[in-house]
């Protein structure tokens, strides 16, 4: 099941809503966890077994820890830590990883959310070690945090330390059914009215002789740039609007990052959550920037390889992964002055053009067609061809709605009418919202359905 | 370590060992990795091929309606004559979801070559009465149509 299917919107989600709205404070959290895990077993009931059985091996590894450091017996949490951070990082090497090379384990398919599944179990364990969270004491509770059902497939990611003190303050308000819906609108108008149309010329594009020109291969970048973004920023939005329903506050996942004039900033706004992580758990533990330059280095260098990892076992994503460490490491060392120099403008272009530019290994399936397809953007290829024009015609009003939307302007501008009249205007984007989901509705009831990107991973 | 640490312990296991398990039994049920090739080959050799050749993949098409290129290997072994009727089809699904339409595929085949033998040829629709065999498993369909049929399909699973 997927946020964005009929299925959900008018069946799963409302019965979800009303059976806990109706439910007595003490059993929210209960009938929030059954239903996430309905979530999670519809199609493939038994993904179930290992969902719940990871999500017990780590909530009885955190018991463990926490009684053991109860008792002085350090050493001792430390070995059963590492045995709970093995036994979750075997999860996602065995289900992600192996299949890729051994051929016996190619039947193996991963559970929903898996990838995600793991950051949060990892976040869990190291929280309960380093003290800085006790261990969870209510395994439903646990299990809401790992499992779920708006942030099951593609997060945002939030750590327990940030969740745990939510789960008392699960519930269902007038406002927060409002602002919630009113998100999760928002984000699913900007995957299927958005991201899908783009999608579609981008099939149509790759498809056709105008693709192996150089303006037919920078329209195609064009396209997979803002249809990834809108694709997994419109499921974040779903998401945090779903969270909001029931009451949790799930962190921003993506803050406008084309509109950034540092590669550091636009990291912190595109899968913020990830970047967070990654920070969090390996690049401040490794050492951080505290040590020599070299050392940073090569803690930045950890990051981005394992960042790249987890995104795909291929060569294309190692090259991403590098990409923007070289890009990263040269603009904290190198470039750090210099950036200043430029206007505003001129930095917020060259941070989009190096960000987009790292999308070329991101969708390829080959080095070869990494190599192909970025010497066609750089003069290997005929200049134009008529398709172009053809698809630049049908693809691009939708092209210009995303270059206008992904920047902070909209939101500026809708902040300075708020100010002005905000009634009015809450009235006026009410019917806006409602028109935009029922436009959606009629999408997704005719529309071949295309599933969330980042839900393969 | 405290009995409360040694409880947890114990649980932390049996969860583990919960995952371990059910990991094994979906290995060993789940989709083969044998090549739709491979497969073929070994289900051709426990059959009477005489009277049969290899369909080209326009053929597969024009009496199946299926495209083999949305499949992941598919190979026909079919009557060489109007009068045969002995059969092999072999096809590795791509995606599990294809099971249905190849199945149902598949099954109209079966059902347009008994019709075309009823009441004309006695012995060709025997044999597909009787002796044809559909079966699905671990990514791969199989049908057959000759007096080995059960042989073909044990080697069939055995190649799996």
Known sequence: MQLDQLLFVFAFLPLCIAVCAAMPQKLKKASLALFSLLFAAWGRPADLIIILSASFFVFFTGLEIGALRENGCRRLAGLVFAGGFAGVLGLIVLYKYLPLTVGSLSSLTPPVGLSFITFSLLSYLFDVFSGRSGPAKDPVGFFLFVGFFPKLISGPIIAWHDFEHQLEGCRISADSLERGLRRFAVGLAKKLLIANAIAASYNALAASSGARTVAGSWLALLFVSFMLYYDFSGYSDMAIGLGAVFGFELPENFLHPYACDSMTGFWRSWHATLGRWFRDYVYIPLGGSRGTKLETLVNMLCVWFLTGFWHGGTLTFFVWGMWHFALLALEKFIFRNVREKFPHPVRVAIVFLLAIIGWVPFFSDSLTKTVGWLGRLFGGAPLWDASVGYYLLTGGAALVLAVLGSGNLPGKLYKKALDRSPDFLRAVSAVFILLLFAVCVALMTGETYTSFLYAGF | ?160
């Open chain 2, 1 to 160: 370590m405290n009995l409360k640490a040694l409880l947890f312990s114990i649980a932390r296991w049996i969860s583990l060992g919960a995952g371990v398990l059910f990991v094994v039994l979906s290995l060993r049920g789940g989709k083969s990795s044998a090549s739709a090739q491979d497969v073929f080959s070994a289900a051709k050799a426990a059959m009477d091929v005489s009277g049969t050749e290899q369909a080209e993949p326009a053929a597969i098409t024009r009496l199946y309606g299926i495209d083999p290129s949305s499949l992941d290997g598919c190979f026909l072994l079919f009557p060489s004559t109007n009068m045969g009727a002995k059969e092999l089809f072999v096809a590795k699904l791509a995606d599990s979801s294809d099971g249905e339409a190849i199945l149902k595929a598949v099954g109209e085949r079966l059902d347009s070559q008994k019709k075309s033998f009823d009441g004309y040829g006695a012995e060709q629709f025997a044999l597909l009465t009787g002796s044809s065999r559909i079966v699905c498993e671990r990514g791969f369909v199989i049908f057959t149509v000759c007096a080995e049929a059960d042989a073909v399909i044990d080697a069939f699973k055995a190649a799996l």
